[in-house]
């Protein structure tokens, strides 16, 4: 039984790994129906043509393995490693995965604890994603920030004069990371002969955010049919700062429910270790008896089912 409980466990673990890559480098059905139309409109996606290479050139002239280019192809870790802005590449973030779970598999075997354990490699092994995921959230949550100022800031350079490309290299000057880096890398693909429409293009790759898609949009179709850019990225930058302020809203009234979440996740786990270090024996039996092995399976599922629910409660869209 215990072995069928830790083959349980591994499976679970291997699940959850593969749902949260798959949930990352898949577009959601809305945001993607939506860019699809903004291209369609703005005239970047043709069905009859081919599908550009999501993958900037210049970041990919130095030499990549096989490894890394099979990477690129099926998963595209490179653009989610270079939108965490790190220097790691897709091979060695393999590497470190697959160290620390076969390290986390065998230190419970040298150090003679319980096999149970064992699966706790698996959390380690999804450790540098984790890690990586939570800075490449941070990092677009900062960029969406920046947007309504810069915006603001490109549609004044407009007024008094100059052109959209010095615009973009007053917004790279005068603001911080990472905005100010995702424009002084457009602004010098442009400069390089790259055409200006490809590199706004390429930074909406980079950055899967909504509004800046409208943005691109906004600018390519002003290029071809002409209008005032100005007054629309005043609008675009009313319309970001507005949806932010709903989004404020909805997390204040789903602050309660995302704490209480934490809390009855995060309480089971705790109490086991704190019930384990006071009286071993109490709580062994769980690992021992064949009944225990049941109810630490079926707590495992309800704790999964409990987080998938209380997600799908306080995660509101705006």
């Known amino acids: 039984m215990l072995t069928l409980l830790i083959i349980g466990a591994s499976f679970i ?4 790994l593969v749902g949260g890559v798959a949930s ?7 945001g993607s129906m939506v860019e699809d139309r903004l291209d369609l409109l703005a005239g970047l996606s043709n069905p009859a043509a081919k599908k550009k290479d999501d993958t900037n050139l210049l970041a990919t002239m130095g030499d990549s393995s096989p490894f890394e280019e099979w990477l690129s192809k099926n998963f595209n870790l490179r653009l989610f490693l270079q939108q965490a802005d790190t220097k790691v590449t897709p091979a060695k973030m393999v590497v470190m995965s ?19 354990f064992a ?4 959390v380690l092994g999804c450790g540098p994603f984790i890690y990586f995921y939570m800075r490449r959230a941070r990092r677009l949550a900062k960029f969406a920030k920046q947007l309504p100022e810069a915006l603001e800031l490109i549609s004044r350079a407009l007024r ?5 490309a010095a615009g973009f290299k007053l917004c790279a000057d005068e603001m911080g990371a990472p905005i100010g880096t995702e424009f002084e890398r457009c602004y010098e693909a442009q400069n ?12 909406t790759d980079r950055v899967p955010n909504l509004d800046l898609r409208f943005f691109a949009t906004a600018v390519i179709l002003q290029r071809q049919t002409g209008g005032d850019l100005a007054e629309i990225l005043d609008k675009i930058g009313h319309l970001v700062r507005e949806r932010y302020k709903i989004y404020g809203m909805i997390q204040s009234l789903t602050g309660e429910g995302r704490l ?45 089912v409990g987080a998938l629910v209380i997600r799908k409660i306080v995660n509101i869209k705006v």
């Not at 673990?13 to 959850?16: H, I, N, P, Q, S």
């Not at 697959?98 to 149970?116: D, E, H, I, S, T």
């Not at 390089?192 to 930074?203: C, R, V, Y």
Request: charge should be negative.
């Open 119 to 122: 699966p706790i490699g698996l």
């Open 24 to 30: 990352v480098f898949s577009k959601s059905s809305t």
């Open 192 to 203: 390089l002969g790259q055409p200006l429409e490809d590199a706004i293009e390429e930074m």
């Open 160 to 164: 008094a004069g100059h052109s959209l």
């Open 260 to 304: 209480s979440g934490s809390v009855l996740l995060g309480l089971p786990p705790c109490l086991a270790i704190v019930m384990y270090r006071l009286n071993p024996g109490y709580l062994t039996t769980l690992f021992t008896d064949p009944m225990g092995h049941q109810m630490l399976a079926g707590a495992v599922v309800l704790q999964f």
């Open 98 to 116: 697959l160290g620390l779970a076969v390290g986390g598999v065998v230190l419970p075997v040298l150090c003679r604890v319980p096999l149970v």
């Open 13 to 16: 673990g291997v699940a959850c």
